[in-house]
Nanobody, 119 residues
Framework: QVQLVESGGGLVQAGGSLRLSCAAS????????MGWFRQAPGKEGEFAAA????????RYADSVKGRFTISRDNAENTVYLQMTSLKPDDTAVYYC????????????WGQGTQVTVSS
């Protein structure tokens, strides 16, 4: 059973940056692809970014491509989401997720961290 704890959210002005972290425990971190998802108020959750177990590949939603960067440190059991050029539309609760078999399917989820971007 993998436990995931996100941190790093907060309030930032439009155009600013934040780095989210997600610390994993309870499993072998390098066995899992990792992803970040987000859910804005009143909207369905959406995929943001994902990374393979060895960082060989990453993929992004079109809405964040070029502004967000996902990375991981297997020695620290942590995945990151560096967010730049933030927009009010990026306001959401951000969740990290772990997937053992695929980077399209995630079995474990964190509790989320709030990101609010003011205009």
């Amino acid at each position: 059973q993998v436990q995931l704890v996100e941190s790093g959210g907060g309030l930032v002005q439009a155009g600013g940056s934040l780095r989210l972290s997600c610390a994993a425990s309870g499993g072998t971190f390098s066995d899992y692809a990792m992803g970040w998802f987000r859910q804005a108020p009143g909207k369905e959750g959406e995929f943001a970014a994902a990374i393979t177990w060895n960082s060989s590949s990453t993929r992004y939603a079109d809405s964040v491509k070029g502004r967000f960067t996902i990375s991981r440190d297997n020695a620290e059991n942590t995945v990151y989401l560096q967010m730049t050029s933030l927009k009010p539309d990026d306001t959401a609760v951000y969740y990290c997720a772990a997937g053992r078999s695929s980077w399209y399917r995630f079995e474990y989820w964190g509790q989320g961290t709030q990101v609010t971007v003011s205009s």
